[in-house]
């Protein structure tokens, strides 16, 4: 087997050398969140173009770190890089370009409760805060009258890597409840008061569907494709609401008004009647100089792409598109990209 | 005249005898447990797709790990390349004039270095390739595999060439070839069933390791053409996947399971068996 | 195996006294003045000098990449109970627990399933099955431990978390399955360890109950014992030191077992009685925090846990080696009586 799968190696190297000798590559990694849909565009991009972007969903906090260290040509985050951040990069200079949004998603798995328990913020605050232990306490039954919840202790499950993911939920968290606020606060990772640690939006993903009683935090992607049972949130306007591709593009629709030039904004708790209050953005952190001209001219190609192209494949897998007004605004960013 | 045994001395004995026995079932319990999962959960993509195409993203039907499968053997030379020569000739010094105060700190130090965790390599090579660089590349990571390599094949160079013996080496003297051609041309070849098995296992060894390669060759979802560039591994594809939600991507962690198994088992076999031809042959 | 005639060979080299020093051949002949024989040996030197040299480039690098969180936390830092990367405070204790609980709980189920397998094999079993016997057992050390992984995560863990653990968390009076219990959890790694350590055990076992003369065996049996007695009296007893030996160095690979321990540990550094909650360990956080440590401050830190697992398993070893030839010394002895 192994002399067997060493000539076929020999042989694929061969064909592969052969095929992609003037094939163009890109490192790229950070956040999970945006995974799927960014995996989808450099598959067809690569399938159009034949450049290849080699995309590593290793956190948020990973890409950020990977990309002041030089290892990377470009990041991914839902955490905007502070310019304390940016300014320890190689170029110096890093644009925060908005790819996508998506929607934190508060997951779990309890036997008897399907999709559509009623959580608000505060309540969300004390369940992480390991305050409110028991599925059936009495917080979380006064917001839904007339569903069942069992006696089944409460398992946190939260991200054990540097997240965007976590930086956004922990955001919500801060504006929401000012205990949190006061002892764990906002960051790609926190101290957090208890639960079990898994790397990636996949990994928390994973545990939730193993562990009876565990709740996470997950991107709205996740959470479809793998068919979990999710919460509907209390927004600012006293609503619950489902979150999904509409109810985050009003909660964006909010946040334009105010949209600063660099685009580094967080919009949870917007304000709105069917705004979801916990989502973001996912930004591409890309150099603003590319010393290697040829990469620098097939990333922003690429970009480009994905401002047209790529946005209207972001709904079938359950990312919001972005705003045309915004859209137009991260175009003329990208144009300001030198290589 | 046969004394029986008090029934409290007789019934200890089975007792604890029985629990040996019980010992041995369950560690086949796992054992079982694991071939039965991993046989039953990898055969379901165990396709030509699986080994000729390069990961796809979700939805897509038609993915596999062939780039992984590659990247391990990649990986698993270059770390050969100079793992192998440097373990054997320190292996043929210790067994050869293997007798000082040096050849024991060697010996002590090459035990330290197989028992360290590959992770702690795994920052090493960090260090060393990698920030320099500012690239992952596959250079680092079996650079990483190499140095691990390296005190493993000494240690069992050693061993096996110590057990060519004495009347052979006397032999090639006698004729008057020098010191080191007789090491070279009548020891060496001797042993070399023995040696061989030594950088056969020690190629696996390194093939099954995970940990120093995770951020060293880091990971490609393509085909790598450049030592100077991730590349994807067997073993941290199967992680990489096996820790995701996707339905697809896990049934591939178990294909790449099954395939990796197959291939460390049929090695602990082949070795097994040239190993006891060897002792046999020698004695 | 010594002899001592003089051998002329046509090349006019001469050769003295024949007579097997270390490595086989006669030192006298050291002295043979062809150069290629001092080239050849200065190569292999430096060959074999590659290896205490790799040892001391992997220490010195982990020192000097841990010093900025030493200077900043002191030798405090192993015992510090911190590990915040906001607040930029680390300190190692959690991991440690961790790493030396999960080593713990494996040992102790690994040590005497591993010496009684060894037992049944040299012992109680037929003279053919035993070396196949042992093939079984070993196949176990082959797997590579992200299967192991694999394994634990999927059917390991969601066993324990269904079966086991319900009873355990029943067994009165006790802080260390209070529960509540993840699946994930200390006790779930330790098990998964003790499986990938068994192999480790039972080997050493087996060579150190080999070595154990028959003789004593025998006489054992002669004076009347059953065959439990003659293993406890003769083989046992006299085996300990070597046994010690192959627990703890079944415990230096429990200790740096990384990839099946960061699946199913639950990843939160903690440090508290309940074993089935979960917990983290050296190895594992090395393996999940490296590539997205945010800062410089907290990539020395967990260097500087990798240099306390090198320092660890160095000591283990060094302890493991002394007992394991103190036993053989020991058999020398009786042997000869």
Redesign the interface.
């Known amino acids: 087997m192994n002399k067997f799968l060493r000539n076929a190696g020999v042989a694929a190297m061969a064909l592969g050398v052969a095929a992609s000798a003037s094939a163009l590559s890109l490192n790229g990694?950070g956040s999970t969140f945006i995974y799927p849909l960014a995996s989808k565009w450099f598959y067809e991009y690569n399938q159009n173009t034949g450049v290849e972007i080699n995309y590593q969903s290793?956190?948020s906090?990973?890409?950020?770190?990977?990309l002041q260290a030089g290892t990377v040509d470009f990041g991914a985050s839902d955490a905007f890089m502070s310019s304390e951040q940016i300014s320890q990069t190689p170029g110096g200079n890093v644009l925060n370009l908005p790819a996508t949004m998506g929607a934190v998603v508060i997951a779990y798995n309890v036997p008897g409760v399907d999709t559509g328990l009623h959580l608000d913020g505060k309540t969300l605050a004390m369940i992480f805060m390991g305050d409110i232990t028991n599925w059936n306490a009495p917080e979380i039954a006064a917001m839904n009258p007339g569903m069942s919840l069992p006696n089944l202790?409460i398992?946190i499950v939260h991200r054990?890597?540097?997240s965007g993911t976590t930086n956004i939920f922990t955001n919500y968290l801060t504006k929401v409840s000012t205990e949190w606020a006061g002892t764990v606060?906002t960051?790609?990772?926190?101290?957090?008061p208890t639960?079990?640690?898994?790397?990636g939006n996949e990994a928390v993903a994973g545990?939730v569907r193993?562990?009876s009683g565990?709740v996470g935090y997950v991107e709205l992607a996740y959470v479809i494709q793998n068919k979990m049972t999710y919460a509907f949130m209390k927004n600012r306007s006293g609503h619950f609401v489902e979150p999904s591709i509409d109810s985050v593009s009003k909660a964006a629709d909010g946040a334009l008004a105010t949209m600063p030039d660099d685009f580094r904004v967080y919009f949870t708790n917007a304000k709105g009647a069917e705004s979801y209050p916990i989502c973001g953005f996912t930004w591409f952190l890309v150099p603003s100089h590319f010393s290697d001209p040829a990469k620098g001219k097939a990333f922003v190609d690429f970009l480009n792409w994905s401002m047209d192209q790529g946005q209207k494949e972001a709904p079938s897998l359950n990312y919001a598109p972005l705003p045309d007004s915004l859209v137009s605004k991260i175009k003329d960013k990208i144009a300001t990209i030198t290589y | 005249m046969i004394?029986p045994?008090a029934p409290v001395?007789?019934r200890?004995?089975l007792i604890?005898?029985g629990?040996?026995?019980?010992?041995?079932a369950?560690?086949?319990v796992?054992?079982i447990?694991?071939l039965y999962?991993?046989v039953s959960k990898g055969l379901h993509r165990f396709d030509l797709d699986f080994f000729m195409h390069v990961p796809r993203p979700v939805g897509i039907p038609g993915g596999g790990m062939a780039n992984a499968l590659v990247g391990t053997l990649v990986l698993v030379l270059i770390a050969s390349l100079f793992g192998m020569?440097?373990?054997v000739?320190?292996g043929?010094?210790?067994?050869?004039?293997?007798?000082?105060r040096?050849?024991s700190?060697?010996r002590?130090?090459?035990?330290?270095?197989t028992?360290?965790?590959?992770?702690?390599?795994?920052?090493?090579a960090?260090?060393?390739l990698v920030k320099p660089m500012h690239s992952f590349s596959a250079l680092a990571g079996g650079f990483a595999l190499g140095?691990m390599m390296?005190?493993i094949i000494?240690r069992i160079t050693e061993e096996v060439v110590?057990l060519?013996p004495?009347s052979l080496?006397?032999a090639a003297?006698?004729?008057?070839i020098?010191?080191?051609?007789s090491?070279i041309h009548v020891v060496l070849r001797t042993a070399m069933s023995g040696v061989a098995t030594g950088l056969f296992l020690g190629a696996?060894r390194v093939a099954?390791?995970?940990?120093p390669l995770?951020?060293t060759s880091f990971n490609n979802q393509y085909w790598n053409t450049s030592l100077g560039q991730p590349t994807a591994s067997m073993?941290v594809q199967?992680?990489t996947y096996?820790?995701s939600p996707y339905e697809e991507w896990r049934d591939m962690?178990?294909t790449g399971?099954l395939v990796?198994?197959i291939i460390?088992?049929l090695?602990?076999l082949a070795s097994?068996l040239t190993l006891?031809k060897n002792r046999g042959a020698n004695l | 195996?010594t002899g001592s005639a003089p051998?002329n060979?046509?090349?006019n080299?001469t050769?003295g006294a024949?007579k097997?020093?270390?490595?086989?051949?006669?030192p006298g002949?050291?002295a043979?003045r062809?150069p290629?024989?001092k080239?050849?040996?200065a190569?292999?030197?430096?060959?074999?000098?590659?290896?205490?040299l790799?040892?001391f480039?992997?220490l010195a690098?982990?020192f000097v990449?841990s010093l900025p969180v030493l200077n900043q936390t002191g030798i405090y830092f192993f015992v510090r109970k911190e590990?915040?990367?906001?607040?930029q405070q680390f300190g190692a204790l959690a991991f440690a627990y961790g790493t030396l609980m999960t080593s713990l709980i494996a040992l102790l189920v690994a040590a005497?399933?591993?010496v009684?397998?060894a037992?049944?094999?040299t012992e109680?079993s037929p003279l053919k099955a035993r070396?196949w016997?042992a093939?079984?057992?070993?196949?176990?050390a082959?797997?590579?431990?992200?299967?192991?992984?694999?394994?634990g995560?999927?059917?390991?863990?969601?066993f324990l978390?269904q079966y086991v653990d319900p009873l355990l968390m029943r067994v009165p009076g006790k802080p260390f399955f209070a529960?509540?219990d993840?699946?994930?959890s200390l006790f779930t790694a330790g098990m998964v360890v003790a499986?990938m350590i068994?192999p480790t055990v039972?080997a050493v076992c087996r060579e150190v109950f080999n070595a154990v003369p028959n003789s004593l065996r025998e006489s054992a049996l002669a004076l009347?014992s059953?065959?439990?007695?003659a293993v406890?009296l003769a083989v046992l007893a006299p085996s300990m030191p070597g046994i010690i030996g192959a627990v703890i160095?079944a415990m230096?690979?429990a200790?740096?077992?990384?990839?099946a321990v960061t699946?199913v540990i639950?990843?939160?550094p903690q440090i508290v009685s309940n074993l089935l909650g979960?917990a983290?360990s050296l190895?594992s956080a090395?393996?999940?925090?490296?590539?997205?440590?945010?800062s410089d401050m907290h990539l020395s830190a967990?260097?500087a846990l990798?240099f306390l697992?090198?320092g660890i398993?160095?000591v283990?070893?060094i302890v493991a080696?002394l007992l394991v030839w103190a036993v053989a010394r020991r058999m020398q002895h009786v042997a000869v009586k």
């Open positions: 990694a290793i956190g906090g990973a890409g950020i770190k990977q202790a398992t054990a890597d540097g606060g960051a790609t990772a926190v101290k957090w639960g079990v640690g898994a790397k545990v193993q562990v565990a | 004394i045994t001395r007789a200890t004995d604890m005898r629990l040996c026995w019980a010992a041995m369950l560690a086949l796992p054992l447990s694991l999962l991993v020569p440097i373990g000739a320190a043929l010094y210790l067994a050869e004039f293997g007798g000082g040096f050849a700190a060697v002590f130090w090459a035990d330290v270095l028992g360290v965790p590959s992770i702690v390599t795994g920052i090493f960090y260090d060393i140095t390296i005190p000494a110590r060519v004495v080496r006397e003297l006698a004729l008057g020098p010191k080191w051609k090491i696996t099954s390791e995970t940990a995770l951020f073993t199967i992680f096996a820790i962690a178990w399971a990796l198994l460390v088992l090695a602990s097994r006891s | 195996m051998v060979s046509a090349k080299d050769i024949i097997a020093g270390p490595g086989g051949f006669a002949l050291g043979v062809n290629g024989d080239i050849f040996r190569i292999l030197a430096a060959a074999a000098a590659s290896i205490p790799l040892a480039a992997i690098m982990l990449s590990w915040d990367p906001v607040a005497p399933a591993g009684g397998i037992l049944a094999i109680f070396e016997a093939w079984i057992v070993e196949t176990l082959a797997v590579p431990s992200v299967i192991f992984g694999l394994w995560l999927f059917v390991l863990a969601p978390h529960g509540p993840t699946g994930l499986i068994l039972m009347g059953t065959r439990w007695e406890r160095l230096g690979r200790l740096g077992e990384t990839m699946m639950g990843n939160a979960p983290d190895a090395i393996a999940n925090q490296f590539t997205e440590a945010t967990l260097t990798g697992l090198f398993t160095m283990l070893n080696r």
